[in-house]
């Protein structure tokens, strides 16, 4: 039995002193977790910052995208503003429903009565007639007027800005045709004034008219734009 006992304290001894260089190789030293921990703290630092930085870029991203929508909306905004003013001035040709107004001189009356002479203020008053009736875009004689054009009498015919009218004369406009018409057959209106003194006015619609674009306008020799007052 001593025996026994001897052998059985032997045998774990020699179990212990086994165990323990295993023991002290695995331990880690305090500084060398120090440094881990130091190695820890920094790497999740540069992962907050990378975070940061791609929170950044996709802002930066988000204001650019806003930035190429809204310059794509200020630019169609200005393209068709351009396009309603080419309109407005006559610039492109337009088609629509409308009404045509043709005005020709009387036959000679009797006993050598010389007929009405058509002026340019007959025309001019039957434009304005159809302008003051919602006409939004008119023509004489084919070349695109606006309401500003001007139609005067020299003693070689009438003269449409830089180009001579000749008979027969047409006016076409186009607008509400029932408007126009309308405006046109009011009784004791401009129009009844022209067949009383004996031209002969003729007025028709159409479903759809189709005007030029209005002549190249000349260049300005007088008018120019006010110079900037220097601060």
Known sequence: ???????????????????????????????RLQELAVLVRQQEEARKALEAEVDQLRQKAREYQAAMVEDRGLSQAMAEELARYRLILGLVPVEGPGVSVAVAEGTPGQAGVLPPTLEAQDLSGLANELWSAGAEAMAINGLR??????????????????????PPYRIDAIGDPDALQAALAIRGGF?????????????????????????????FRFARPPAEKQP
Do not use: K, Y
Not at 5 to 17: D, H, K, T, W
């Open 191 to 219: 129009v009844e004034g022209l067949r009383a003194v004996g031209l002969r006015v003729t007025v028709q619609r159409h479903a759809v008219l189709r005007l030029p674009a209005r002549p190249a306008a000349e260049d």
């Open 1 to 31: 039995m001593a025996l026994f006992l001897v052998a059985v304290g032997f045998v774990f001894a020699a179990q212990m002193r086994s165990r323990q260089p295993i023991r002290q190789a695995t331990a880690l030293p305090t500084w």
């Open 145 to 166: 007027v606006l309401a500003s054009t001007g139609l005067r009498q020299t003693p070689s015919g009438i003269w449409l800005g830089t180009t001579r009218l000749a």
